[in-house]
């Protein structure tokens, strides 16, 4: 079989199609729904506030840009049976970071169904099958039980000593402690395998 090719700083999002999603490029009808669930507490629950519409539809563009630049980055994840947008997931670049960032935000009813799991399963192939990086990591605060709990699904594992306070945020400020998971590729392939 044969790979299909790593898209370059600039070409088309690509797309990914698992079990029971699919992963796409955010479009417009998505803003909607994003900003619904970048306002709901209970998601932001472990970031500094929510996001109002225009500082969402500000993400989504970014989102978009970050793409065009690097060549990977956050895929809209819509459920296939009935077409409803359930948030994102994908690789990011963080600043303070060499190695991408595996990330996942979804809308409260989507939580529970092993969603995250499917999708960040997805971008990971994607990021090291297609993309070849040789590292991915995923970062969050040390409290966020239920996205640690989908790293460790994914197969990342944290060494204690790699967790960091979380540089733009005040020393002091209760989200600051950050734990940081990783996986090599050679890693990854040998689950992929077993
Ligand atoms: C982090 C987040 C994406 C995790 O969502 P989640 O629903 O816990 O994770 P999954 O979608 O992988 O679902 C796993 C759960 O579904 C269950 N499940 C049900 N059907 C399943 C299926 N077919 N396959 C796998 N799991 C299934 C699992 O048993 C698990 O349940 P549990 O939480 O009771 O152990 C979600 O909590 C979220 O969006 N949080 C807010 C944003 C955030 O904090 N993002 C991370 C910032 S770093």
């Known amino acids: 079989m044969t790979e299909p090719a790593a898209p370059r700083a600039g070409e088309a999002i690509p797309e990914l199609v698992t079990d029971r999603l699919l992963l796409r490029g955010f479009r ?15 998601v932001m629950e472990h970031f ?4 109002t519409r225009a500082d969402s539809d500000a993400l989504v563009d970014r989102i978009l840009d ?6 990977h980055g956050l895929w809209a994840v819509e459920r296939t049976a009935d077409g409803v947008f359930l948030g994102f997931t994908g690789l990011a670049r963080l600043a303070f970071l060499p190695q991408p960032e595996i990330g996942w935000r979804f809308t409260r009813f989507a939580w529970g169904q092993g969603y995250a799991t499917e999708a960040a399963r997805a971008a990971l192939a994607w990021g090291f099958g297609v993309r070849r990086f040789d590292e991915i990591v995923s ?4 409290g966020n039980r239920r996205s640690r709990a989908v790293m460790e699904r994914i197969g990342l594992t944290r060494d204690p000593a790699d967790d960091f306070p979380h540089p733009n945020l005040p020393e002091g400020h209760p989200l600051r402690p950050h734990v940081l998971y990783r996986i090599r590729r050679e890693a990854w392939e040998g689950q992929a395998t077993a």
Do not use: K, Y
């Not at 970050?66 to 060549?71: F, K, N, T, V």
């Not at 970062?139 to 040390?142: D, E, L, S």
């Open 28 to 42: 417009d009808a998505d803003r909607e729904p994003f900003a619904a669930l970048n306002a709901d507490p209970a």
């Open 48 to 51: 500094p506030a929510t996001l």
């Open 66 to 71: 970050r793409w065009s630049g690097d060549g």
């Open 139 to 142: 970062v969050t605060t040390v």
